[in-house]
């Protein structure tokens, strides 16, 4: 069975500073992780993901997140917030025999001015 | 060109009665999807079909069910709605990797269902 843990169900940062939204994923296989964010009144859209290709996965609107198999983790970076990144934002694990994800509780981040 | 619409988008309904939501994906996926999401915002699967066929099918009441008459559209249907099935319906499509491994999902824009 795969899961998802993300850390913080709400994240607060100053508009400029970094952002760090932290995911902790369970596969019995290697996973596809996923990062998907949703802003109000809106569905879900795909910020980034991770198939093996690379650790280091580069995204949309200036996010990045860096698999580590070791810590399990797939946490979510962004260098310099903007008012526009304020959203609730989803981790997601998937195995590649399965269309199945797992999606995390989410974490809303809001971005003070 | 939307590519994964849903209509409506906002259902306001009494208690026991029946009600669908439809879906339509332009993008030639051939996997659709039925998530649920309650008011703290957990998303939670519920249905999936491949090529028309049920492949993902989740603890979900007996109450709802869903009907894909073609790849492009997945329709899910309630019946006897009560109030906690007040939440938000988002339908999604993907399409496996060319080498065989999950794609991204596409969302659309969400059904609101609330049962007063």
């Known amino acids: 069975a795969q899961s998802v843990t993300q850390l913080g169900s709400h994240v607060s940062v100053s508009e400029g500073a970094l952002v760090l939204l932290r995911c902790n994923y369970s596969?019995?296989?290697?996973?596809?992780l996923f990062w998907y964010v949703q802003y109000p009144n809106q569905g879900l859209q795909l910020l980034l993901k991770?198939?093996?290709?690379?650790?280091l996965v580069k995204g949309i609107n200036g996010f990045e997140a860096e698999f580590k198999k070791s810590e399990t983790s797939f946490h979510l970076t962004k260098p310099s917030a903007h008012m526009s990144d304020a959203a609730e934002y989803f981790c997601?694990?998937?195995?590649?025999?399965?269309?199945?994800?797992?999606f995390g509780k989410g974490t809303l981040l809001t971005v003070n001015p | 060109d939307t590519a994964v619409s849903q209509t409506p988008k906002y259902l306001v309904t009494q208690m026991g009665n029946d009600k669908s939501i439809k879906c339509e994906q332009n993008?030639?996926?051939?996997?659709m999807y039925w998530y649920k999401q309650d008011s703290k915002k957990f998303l939670k699967i519920m249905f999936s079909?491949?090529?028309?066929?049920?492949?993902i099918n989740e603890t979900v009441p007996n109450r709802f069910s869903p009907k894909s008459p073609d790849k492009a559209h997945l329709n899910l249907h309630i019946n006897s709605l009560e109030l906690g099935d007040s939440a938000v319906y988002f339908c999604?499509?993907?399409?496996?990797?060319?080498?065989?491994?999950?794609?991204?999902?596409?969302f659309g824009p969400g059904t609101r269902l609330t049962v007063l």
């Open positions: 999604a499509s993907s399409q496996k990797t060319s080498s065989g491994g999950i794609g991204e999902q596409f």
């Open positions: 596969s019995s296989v290697p996973p596809y």
């Open positions: 991770y198939t093996s290709a690379a650790t």
């Open positions: 997601a694990v998937g195995k590649g025999s399965n269309y199945k994800l797992t």
């Open positions: 993008l030639g996926h051939d996997t």
């Open positions: 079909y491949n090529n028309k066929e049920l492949i």
